[in-house]
């Protein structure tokens, strides 16, 4: 296993959010964890990369890593995509993706060039401010920023959020170029469609704790755990 979670508790201040949430990710799996908003999927993201109270052990690649900070996690290989689309408006989309850059990249790694190459449109807008492309296209630039740093774990935040189909379809896209690369994904998704395409494995979690744990055809065949846990 890349990554494993045990017991893992978080908190904000006084309010208890994950309760003993267990599980793991294999190497170049896209894992998708769903479920409606508020049950603790985004707190798990940010707990895996130090950015709340928590207890409980979380392993990456054999090491602990629970009590490590934020940018040491980044260092060993664990990459971030928010879900608030975070670029630097104010420079340009080529500047942004070398914002990403490792000083020691690998030869087999991700490149500005692969970002033009998979995504035309970003290459025509490369000296442009960020800040204004649209919600997609930010989208699409935050993860092939996070990408630069050659990742060997990458937690992606509802990254379809409030996006047009076609923009859907190229982020769906990516996320699997990224597992046929050998990258490990961690998907918060709340578009059931969409995560069982892509998903190797699916977990739902209701009220802080995961309650399914299975590939995408054992969610599909289960009626109930879609009605109680994912279905508005």
């Known amino acids: 296993m890349i990554l494993e979670v045990k017991d893992l508790n978080a908190w904000y201040g006084k309010s208890h959010i994950l309760r003993g949430v267990s599980f793991n990710v294999k190497p170049g799996e896209i894992l998708a964890m769903l ?3 508020g049950v603790g999927r985004s707190t798990t993201v940010k707990a ?3 950015d709340v109270e928590k207890t409980g052990e979380i392993t990456f690649e054999g090491n602990r890593i629970d009590n490590l900070p934020t940018h040491e996690i980044a260092r060993l290989g664990i990459g971030c995509v928010p ?3 975070q670029v630097f408006p ?7 993706l070398i914002m990403g850059l490792q000083s020691q990249g690998r030869d087999d790694g991700w490149t500005p060039d692969d ?3 998979l995504f035309p449109r970003l290459a025509e807008r490369a ?3 960020a800040g204004s492309l649209s919600g997609g296209e930010q989208q699409l630039l935050t993860m092939m920023r996070t990408l630069m740093g050659n990742p060997k774990l990458i937690l992606i935040d509802e990254p379809t959020e409030g996006l047009a189909p076609r923009m859907v379809a190229q982020v769906k896209d990516l996320i699997l170029e990224i597992a046929r690369r050998g990258t490990s994904v961690v998907l918060v998704e709340q578009k059931l469609t969409v995560a069982l395409k892509i998903a190797n494995r699916v977990l739902v979690m209701g009220h802080g704790s995961i309650v399914f744990e299975g590939t995408p055809a054992d969610l599909a065949a289960r009626e109930d755990v879609r009605r109680d846990y994912i279905e508005v």
């Not at 104010?90 to 942004?96: G, K």
């Open 90 to 96: 104010t420079l340009t989309v080529h500047q942004n």
């Open 127 to 129: 000296g442009t401010e």
């Open 83 to 85: 879900e608030d689309r």
């Open 35 to 37: 479920g409606r908003n």
């Open 115 to 117: 970002a033009f190459q």
């Open 48 to 50: 895996l990369m130090g």
